[in-house]
């Protein structure tokens, strides 16, 4: 038997201070912020410029648009990939909420499809079954860092003439059949937001290989203009365009943070691997995968917990939320990443983002409904996961790993003890 549990007055495993924050600051960061703050261009400046071709130049697309949100991009992409009223676009029914919202905002409609129990993306099994003959587009999430089969997926893109647009926001590097996230589709969004493995506080890139959809996207970023600030500029809408531009100050803390980027990417594989082999066979624990062929960045380590297997017996939600928080007292800064399925959220229930039942009951439209039972495995999921980003970051390294896995093991020896245990509002 380990030691007390934490949550019922013993010791925690990992003491305060011992994990550090993300993302870790050094000179070279310092330099980049100075040097745009003494600049005189603080709106979309030279470092923009430079970030959009060194992004680019990273991940091997010809073009990149750099944009003051992950978010920001996806909308870009629905629209440049010519998604427009009426038409609807393929998400998951598990994922952050602009992966669907993205959609609404041009004037679409999102269909979900439920996800696969192992890698928590969507189930390409089950993607055909929702194509109609309005379907425009498949927005393929990469979550928590493990890549779509997008094998799969661009059979039936080539079947039906539709667009592929990947939300990489949270997936910087991984591979898929050798072949970096953001090459795979036709386009692709990256966040560069407070957790992200490239963190530039907020920000975010659109990348493609596509001249037309390049084009497209750079006029809906910035006021449906040709030319970019930099440029000489006519000032004429030629279409409907937002303000979705990042600033210097932004992309010069994103090029500092780009040039460590492998880095840090090598050592969230490296902690990620020290992890997974101290928590191996723990009973009613289901550790994430990384199917051959597939390169995980482990942007966020997520776990699945089975009460009836731990040997607890109690609700399967609430099993879980006890592990959370006896794993909270044990030091580890483990969390929840969406406890509602997208088709629950009220903004989809509603069925009225624009008003006036827009744009589900726009003329255009054929009708949608949402039924969170048609996604038994993403709220089977949603019930049981949890999980963490960055303890196995730098400057975190595998003796961080080692002592995550040791409270893991002192918290699931003692199960059975957790049943006393009262839930935290
Ligand atoms: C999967 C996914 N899609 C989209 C986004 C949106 O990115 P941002 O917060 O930069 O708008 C995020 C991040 O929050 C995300 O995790």
């Known amino acids: 038997m380990r030691g007390k549990l934490a949550v019922l007055g013993g010791e925690p495993v ?14 070279i960061d310092r330099q980049y912020v100075l040097n745009s703050l003494e600049g005189n261009a603080h709106s979309f400046g030279p ?5 959009e071709k060194e992004f680019a130049a990273w991940n091997g697309n010809k073009f990149a648009i750099t944009t003051n949100s992950g978010t920001a991009a996806l909308h870009m992409a629905v629209a440049a990939c010519g998604c427009g009223a009426g038409d609807e676009v ?6 952050w909420s602009s992966s669907a919202t993205c959609v609404l905002h041009h004037n679409c409609i999102p269909v979900f499809v439920d996800i696969e129990w192992a890698t928590m993306n969507i189930d390409v099994e089950k993607i055909e079954a929702a194509i109609t003959e309005k379907t425009k587009a498949i927005i393929v999430v990469h979550l928590h860092g493990l890549p779509v089969n997008l094998e799969k997926v661009l059979a039936l893109a080539k079947k039906y003439n539709l667009k592929i647009i990947e ?3 949270q997936a910087h590097g991984a591979t898929f059949k050798g072949k970096k996230v953001g090459l795979l589709g036709d386009c692709a969004a990256f966040s560069f937001n407070q957790n992200k493995c490239l963190c530039s506080g907020e920000g975010g890139m659109l990348v493609t290989d596509n001249e037309e959809i390049y084009r497209a996207a750079r006029m809906i970023w910035s006021f449906g203009e040709t030319r970019t600030p930099v440029e000489s500029r006519d000032y004429h809408a030629y279409a ?8 210097d100050l932004t992309a010069a803390f994103g090029r500092s943070q780009l040039k460590k980027l492998d880095q840090y990417l090598a050592a969230q594989q490296e902690n990620a691997a020290v992890l997974l082999e101290e928590i191996r066979n723990i009973p009613g624990l289901v550790l994430p995968v990384e199917p051959p062929g597939y390169k995980h960045n482990w942007y966020n380590f997520t776990v699945r917990v089975e009460a009836t297997s731990a040997g607890y017996d109690g609700q399967p939600d609430e099993f879980r939320d006890k592990v959370l928080q006896a794993l909270q007292a044990e030091g580890v800064p483990v969390g929840i990443y969406q406890r509602f399925i997208l088709p629950r959220m009220t903004v989809f229930q509603a069925r009225n983002a624009y008003g006036r039942g827009c744009p589900w009951d726009c003329p255009w439209a054929r009708k949608v409904v949402y039924d969170p039972d048609d996604f038994p495995v993403a709220e089977k999921h949603a019930r ?3 999980g963490m980003t960055y303890p196995l970051r730098l400057p975190n390294g595998p003796e961080v790993a080692r002592q995550v ?10 199960v059975s003890l957790l049943r006393d245990v009262p839930l935290k509002g």
């Not at 990992?14 to 000179?27: C, L, R, S, V, Y």
């Not at 393929?90 to 994922?95: D, E, G, L, R």
Request: negative net charge.
């Open 14 to 27: 990992i003491p305060a201070g011992m994990i550090k924050p993300w993302p870790p600051i050094d000179d």
């Open 47 to 51: 470092n923009c410029v430079e970030l």
């Open 90 to 95: 393929i998400v998951p029914a598990y994922s």
């Open 167 to 169: 939300d990489a926001c």
């Open 240 to 247: 409907l365009g937002w303000m979705y531009r990042n600033n």
């Open 384 to 386: 049981s996961h949890f």
């Open 405 to 414: 896995g040791e409270a893991f093991r002192k918290v699931f020896d003692q």
